[in-house]
């Protein structure tokens, strides 16, 4: 409950399968507050087999309750694929629809964040408009 699966700023060398329950991915705010963007469940993925050890998370993972996942070093990965080509060809494609899907998810979120942000201008700019006018008349 709670635990961190990976942390912002280190070490990126895994990525981890996500079979049963969710995930929230944090950002740092000023301040050190962190900030929720998104959330991964079963069938999701954290991670990218090509990071290396010289890439770092750009986020913060952290499990909601309970969580089962399935945690795949970078290093196994590149061996495999080196000892079967056909089955890096197929993962990285498995990969690329995975992360599609991943992308669309959070195209949706910005959408909607930006879409809250943009009502409420409207409303503080309606609510300065309406205070104006019986000011002045």
Known sequence: NGQ??????????RIHL????QVALEISLNGGAQSQVGLLGPGD???CPWFGEHHTWPLTARALGEVTTQCIFTTR?????DRSPE?????ALRLARG?????????????????IALESQV???????TGNEENTG
Do not use: H, P, W, Y
């Open 18 to 21: 996500v079979q049963a329950g």
């Open 123 to 129: 409303m503080a700019l309606e609510s300065f408009a």
């Open 77 to 81: 990965l590149q061996d495999l694929f």
């Open 99 to 115: 992360m599609d899907d991943q992308l669309a998810g959070a195209r949706n979120q910005i959408a909607k964040v930006s879409r």
């Open 87 to 91: 089955a890096g060809k197929d993962f």
């Open 45 to 47: 993925f954290l991670g």
């Open 4 to 13: 961190t699966l990976c942390e912002a700023g280190k070490t990126a060398n």
